[in-house]
């Protein structure tokens, strides 16, 4: 990521966390913007947030890492250090 690209990712990932924050509340309480949603829709702006979070903070740590591969000189693929690694199981795949 370029420094404008984590200038514009620091904000949207805050806004990103009062929707999260705001969804989290109108799934109980419900929402009212310039629209009303009952309670169990109140929860919708969460997603929103969610989306704008975990997207940017996923990038972000992918940008990381492979700046450290490129600097590694290593190839990437499956034997350099970007193989993929199955959550559930711990087994890699390349």
Do not use: Q
Request: charged share 15%.
């Amino acid at each position: 990521m370029s420094l404008f690209d984590k200038i514009c990712a620091v904000p949207t990932i805050i806004v990103g966390a009062i929707f999260m924050a705001l969804g989290a509340f109108g799934v109980i309480f419900g929402s009212n913007a310039h629209f009303i949603l009952p309670p169990v829709l109140g929860g919708l702006p969460f997603f929103l947030g969610w989306a704008m979070c975990v997207v940017l903070i996923k990038y972000w740590r992918l940008s990381i890492r492979l700046k450290e591969v490129a600097r590694s000189g290593a190839p990437p693929g499956p034997s350099g250090p970007t193989d993929t690694v199955d959550h559930l199981t711990g087994r890699k795949h390349g």
